[in-house]
């Protein structure tokens, strides 16, 4: 698949909740996940498939979702973006927050190699 195939398919995937089964698809077995806040264990980047889709299961575990919009791609050869919003409560501290963030993807081979978040100004609500 080209980018813009890849892109169309995570948004649409992920427009209908989809979004683990985007991962499962979508995402190569060796990508690079990169977060605007460092992850428990300190560091900003996940690598590999598996552990990307822990952590993002692990995200939707600690949070009630209560809502989310994904807007986009929009297009750069081998890069796209979309937009996420997310109305949640992280469960830690119950406190309901509404957030954006930009998501940059990073296509070769058919797959997604690369994701990089950009969080709004409740980073905190998004932070995985």
Known sequence: MDTATVAARLVELCSQ???????????????????????????LETKGKEAVIGKSKDWAAAHEIHG???HGPFLLQDRFAVTFQFDVTPKATGTRASNEEIAVYTVAGGK???????????ANALAR
Request: aromatic share 14%; proline share 5%.
């Open 68 to 70: 989310a919009a994904i």
């Open 17 to 43: 909740f989809k979004n683990f089964e985007a991962m499962q698809e979508l995402y190569a077995d060796d990508i690079v996940s990169v977060e605007a806040s460092p992850r428990p264990n300190g560091s």
């Open 112 to 122: 997604i190699t690369r994701e990089e978040f950009f969080y709004g100004v409740n």
